[in-house]
């Protein structure tokens, strides 16, 4: 038995030894995820927070036995200014603004000056601190402070209670080693470690691929992953916010060194008013002007009907997620060549150097202590003091629960005269327009469609998924009011207005019971088709259309051409007459020396038109209907017909 107690003590040794260590902060770690529980039906806490967190705390009270004795007071001291620093942060933080811990909120923290952080301390460190969830780790720091002092507590009693106290605590003792505890707790202590590995460690390898990507854009493409790493301490949400900024920071230092290489050699200024609009998870088959059965586009089909608007019949994105879309379509470099994103220019920066007046109007991408990653990886670069002011002269500075926030912010810069026609602008209209959640991208008195518009449609689908469809078709068809609204603010200037959203979307199409975008499946056909299919359209002001018949010509011959989203700035830089050695003519779809034929490589990784083709019904007998052509055949006939 004795051997057996030897392998108790040894076992439980790193706990012993620091015991109040282990106890404490184990305390504190189950009290940060209860109080940073969301107050939702869905919310509830990490599934292996109990053995995961025993198991760490173990493993670091080992490393804390190997120290030698005298240094080690100082770092367990060390470690409790971090871990509880971190945690009243951590727990106010989402007290106080609905987040904990984020890569944007330690970014906002950087570049926060003395004022700034002196009008926040006065502003919300208050009285009510104390009587916020912060209480329950302020309880926590007075019992710890307290078993850290109870020798001195002791001695300021007086000596029958000491004696009386002593004596309890040595009959304890005996009883403890009576009953063998050491053995139970030693064969607790196994069952939890054993627990936090077997559940744990797939989180732990989670978290190290993570903290080891090369770039802000693998961590997030990581965490669109359904089970990916859960950071369910605040001292892990903090190491991770600051190496996502750490990546974010290389990539910005090779954006800057990029923006400030690129020259504009001249520029005719071919188009002296020009519109982007990107939209926002926006399914081409829910599209009225591509054929969707309901009525969700009736303006844009005005617009195509008057022979003003036209719209693009074979355009995909390169990706299906935000950010990495801005930033393939901002940057001069185009999937398949050399480098990275980051190695080229930003194209408003060409712009901005050109002569244009750029303005950005953004209802998503403005830094939010609650910012999730995703937008952290697509807005980094946009809001980065040194690049925000080498790309764009205005922009807004709030956001808005929908998306005619935007036209008021226009609005408002052109009444203050800071948008006027006496110099060439470039306008990005960014739009939230059918992100999730569906239901709240429409105001409820400009909702159209109910779930009774889809029973004789969809009849495999319950009334729960209809009325889904009929929130995203309502999107489709608000978003058609706001684009249109915008096109009415150039329709009688010299302007030329391009659309296109960021990515497809998914909302219970035929055959797949699914929702938004399935980031982390391998692409097939119909992924590749409802997820990157894109609506594309250039609107020409009649003014425009009249002043630059060639550009005109050109927009319909091109009509029906492949094209893929991250050649965009080619195309941008073209409309505005900007010379520079940046600009490659086989990548603008208006040009005679477009290559129609480059491979459209989505996400790195799957040929959309290899996909399409191979979906295609195999080739039938000369009896039989004929089939459509496949990709280069319909290319060379477009050929044949020009």
């Not at 064969?187 to 989670?206: E, Q």
């Not at 669109?224 to 190491?239: G, S």
């Amino acid at each position: 038995m004795s051997n057996w107690m030897r392998m108790a003590r040894w076992l439980l040794k790193p706990i012993t030894t620091n015991r109040r260590f282990f106890v404490t902060m184990y305390i504190l770690g189950v009290l940060c995820a209860v109080l940073t529980l969301p107050q939702t039906k869905q919310a509830k806490l990490y599934d292996n927070l109990f053995s995961e967190l025993f198991l760490d705390l173990y493993l670091a009270c080992i490393a804390l036995t190997i120290i030698p004795r005298k240094i080690r007071a100082w770092v367990r001291m060390l470690a409790y200014a971090l871990l509880y620093s971190v945690a009243i942060i951590d727990v106010y933080c989402f007290w106080k603004f609905g987040s904990t811990i984020t890569p944007t909120m330690l970014l906002l923290v950087s570049e926060t000056d003395s004022r700034e952080a002196g009008e926040f301390l006065r502003t919300y460190l208050n009285a009510d601190v104390i009587f916020s969830p912060l209480q329950w780790i302020l309880l926590l720091m007075l019992a710890h402070l307290a078993w850290k002092l109870r020798h001195t507590l002791l001695r300021m009693l007086d000596l029958r209670q000491r004696m009386v106290i002593r004596l309890r605590q040595k009959r304890l003792r005996l009883f403890l080693a009576k009953v063998r505890a050491p053995l139970f707790m030693a064969a607790g202590t196994a069952a939890m470690l054993v627990a936090g590995i077997f559940f744990g460690l797939n989180n732990k390898v989670g978290m190290t691929r993570l903290m080891t990507a090369k770039t802000i854009g693998s961590v997030e493409h990581i965490l669109t992953e359904k089970d990916h790493a859960q950071f369910y301490l605040p001292v892990y949400r903090l190491a991770f916010s600051v190496y996502s900024n750490a990546l974010a920071a290389k990539q910005i230092d090779r954006c800057i060194v990029a923006v400030e290489r690129a020259k504009v050699d001249s520029c005719s200024y071919r188009s002296p008013n020009i519109v982007l609009i990107i939209g926002e998870s926006y399914g081409k088959v829910h599209s009225q002007l591509y054929g969707y059965r309901l009525n969700t586009t009736p303006r844009q089909v005005k617009r195509e009907d008057s022979g003003l608007l036209t719209k693009f019949s074979d355009v995909v994105s390169c990706w299906n997620l935000t950010s990495f879309v801005f930033k393939n379509i901002l940057s001069m470099h185009v999937v398949g060549q050399k480098g990275e994103w980051c190695d080229y220019p930003l194209f408003p920066a060409l712009f901005k150097k050109a002569g244009y007046q750029v303005t950005f109007l953004t209802n998503q991408f403005l830094p939010q202590a609650k910012e999730a990653v995703y937008d952290f990886s697509g807005g980094f670069f946009l809001n980065n003091p040194t690049l925000a002011e080498a790309q764009f002269d205005l922009r807004n500075d709030e956001l808005h629960r929908f998306d005619d926030g935007l036209l008021g912010d226009y609005d408002r810069f052109v009444e203050e005269g800071k948008i006027s026609d006496d110099k060439p602008n470039f306008i990005v209209f960014h739009l939230i327009g059918q992100h999730v959640n569906y239901r709240t991208r429409c105001p409820n008195d400009r909702r159209v469609f109910g779930a009774e518009a889809y029973e004789e449609s969809r009849p495999e689908l319950d009334n729960y998924r209809r009325r889904i469809i009929a929130d995203y078709d309502n999107a489709v068809r608000y978003n058609d009011s706001i684009v249109d609204a915008i096109c009415k603010r150039f329709e009688n200037k010299d302007a030329v207005v391009i659309y296109m959203p960021d990515h497809g979307e998914e909302c219970y199409e035929p055959g797949r019971d699914f929702i938004c975008r399935n980031h982390s499946a391998a692409i097939d056909w119909p992924l590749a088709h409802y997820e990157f299919e894109v609506p594309f359209w250039i609107y020409c002001s009649h003014r425009y259309a009249v002043k630059h018949p060639e550009v005109f010509k050109a927009i319909k011959d091109a009509k029906d051409r492949r094209f893929m989203t991250d050649a965009l700035p080619h195309l941008m830089v073209w409309l505005g007459g900007i010379a520079t050695k940046d600009y490659n003519p086989r990548y603008n779809i208006l040009s005679p020396e477009y290559d129609e034929m480059r491979p459209r490589i989505l996400k790195n990784s799957a040929d959309y038109d290899k996909l399409r083709d191979a979906a295609k019904p195999k080739r039938q007998t000369p009896d039989s209907a004929p089939t459509m052509p496949d990709s280069k055949e319909r290319v060379a006939m477009r050929a044949t017909r020009r």
